[in-house]
């Protein structure tokens, strides 16, 4: 019975450490801290997006950060998304993607009418012509969910992509 006792007071320990916790930016990278913990991810990368959310549904708060660097299979710098997660108060990467569906231009973190996160993504397209697009959590990694403009403008593209990110 105090071993039950133990095992559970320690689970509940854990669950306010990792629910508490919030995500930062430093000079150096990716920051996890609440009242009596901290950890760090480096990012030796330019950051130019920072957002949190729920995005893999399991009700914590996840950090996404848009970095600029080429990859293994994307030799050219551009911008790419990666997403951490808070695991029992250690920063644990979720994803590091490399490329969604064209090249990425910006993200926000948004959640859709049911209140489940999504990634809302500008992207340039092979023919300079730009898409909105929606995705969602899927297991490892994010699938696409739906387009909410294809085939327009720059000008267009960010009309949609701020208009749609405002609280009504």
Known sequence: ??????????????????????FSLSERGLVLESDTLRD???????????????IDGDGSEDALVGVV???????EEGRRLFIFKNYHGNIRPLW??????GELEDFRFIENEEGQGRVRSLET????????????????????????L??????????????SLKPE
Not at 150 to 163: D, I, K
Request: charged share 20%.
């Open 1 to 22: 019975m105090n071993r039950w006792l133990v095992t559970m007071v320690w689970i509940v320990a854990c669950w306010a450490v990792h629910a508490q916790a919030t």
């Open 40 to 54: 760090e991810w480096s990012l030796p990368y330019p950051i130019y997006r920072f957002c949190t959310g729920d």
């Open 69 to 75: 660097k080429a990859t293994r299979y994307y030799p």
């Open 96 to 101: 590091m993607g490399s490329k969604l569906g």
């Open 125 to 148: 397209t092979a023919d300079h012509r730009y898409v909105v697009a929606d995705y969602r959590w899927r297991g490892f990694g994010l699938a696409f969910d739906r387009f909410l």
């Open 150 to 163: 294809t085939n327009v403008s720059r000008e267009e593209a960010l009309l949609t992509f701020e208009q």
